[in-house]
């Protein structure tokens, strides 16, 4: 028995009324297409070639819930201007991608150092980070920089011509002496504010 035409519900077999407009992703704003990765949009400062050093890579390890995961940790300094430095530190598997990523967070943490005639430290000053103690000098004309190991690389890349540095503790990791001589270089003045700070004890001295 073949059923009526109204117990027959009319299904249309075109879908045109349920069909809407499609959104266009290729007409956004930039080269990015639906799908697609997000674009780093981060500059790898190695583009711009950077003068850097490494002062440390060590492997560390981190205990996980399958076993240990090793990676490589990596400090660098890298010279950004006259006088201007920056610190970076980055971990990865791989060394040369820790070294790159470090390079360019060097960037983020400019740190200018005041000079005297652009070849010495602007005043003496001392500088403290954990156990570390690091004291800077300034020295006169053409006498050469007298410091080693990381304290000599930081000062080359800052322009330091002239001077000593002295680590005065025993505990002489690289990673602190680093981060002391950061200390010590904020404590430092410019040379017109060191200039008027002498002048002015020798007027309170001469007073007494």
Known sequence: MEPDNNDVKNVSTDNTSNDRPRRSFNNRSGDRK?????PNDRKFTQDKKLDFE??????????????????FAVLVVAKLGNGIIGIGKAKSQEVSDAIRMAV?????????IPMYEDRTFSHASI?????????????????????????????????????????????????????????????????????????????????V
Do not use: W
């Open 34 to 38: 639906f799908g697609d990765r997000r």
């Open 54 to 71: 490494i002062l440390t890579i060590k492997r560390v390890s981190r205990t996980m819930a399958g076993g240990r995961r090793m990676r």
């Open 104 to 112: 360019q967070r060097t960037e983020k943490n400019p740190i200018k």
């Open 127 to 207: 500088g403290k980070f954990g156990a570390t103690k690091v004291m800077l000098l300034p020295s006169a004309k053409e006498k050469g920089l007298r410091a080693l190991g990381v304290a000599r690389k930081l000062a080359k890349l800052a322009g330091i011509t002239d001077g000593v540095i002295k680590i005065l503790t025993k505990a002489n990791a690289k990673h602190n002496i680093c981060y002391a001589f950061i200390e010590a270089v904020k404590l430092l003045r410019s040379n017109k504010n060191s200039m008027k700070l002498n002048s002015n004890k020798k007027i309170a001295g001469g007073a």
